[in-house]
């Protein structure tokens, strides 16, 4: 079902947990530096649960950034542009949740 759009950039480690075609459920591993280079959803929240950090999501909007300790979790509408990384340029490892809806991945600009 992945068509491989998310993959635009390099992390660590990525572990399909479970994928229909209106939910997708991964582990996501970034090593120090790495990230989840900001982007967009059309349709779809990603839902984030810190299990390894401390974690930052940043956000383009109102909503303003979430940092995450181990246990906390955020989420993200659809059409928030968003970026991930670990704490300070850490690592971290988190459980995102993507759904309800057909999943894209739409790189920001700039």
Request: net charge negative; aromatic share 6%.
């Amino acid at each position: 079902m992945s068509d491989q759009n998310d993959q635009r950039y390099t992390i660590q480690g990525r572990e399909m947990i479970a994928e229909t075609a209106d939910l997708r459920v991964q582990i996501l591993t970034l090593a120090a530096g790495e990230e989840v280079p900001w982007h967009h959803h059309t349709n779809v929240s990603d839902t984030f649960f810190c299990l390894d950090g401390p974690m930052l999501v940043e956000t383009r909007s109102a909503e303003g950034d979430h940092p995450l300790a181990p246990g906390e979790r955020c989420s993200t509408a659809p059409g928030t542009q968003h970026r991930v990384t670990g704490k300070d340029g850490g690592a971290c490892r988190f459980v995102i949740v993507q759904g309800i809806g057909k999943y894209d991945y739409v790189a920001a600009d700039g």
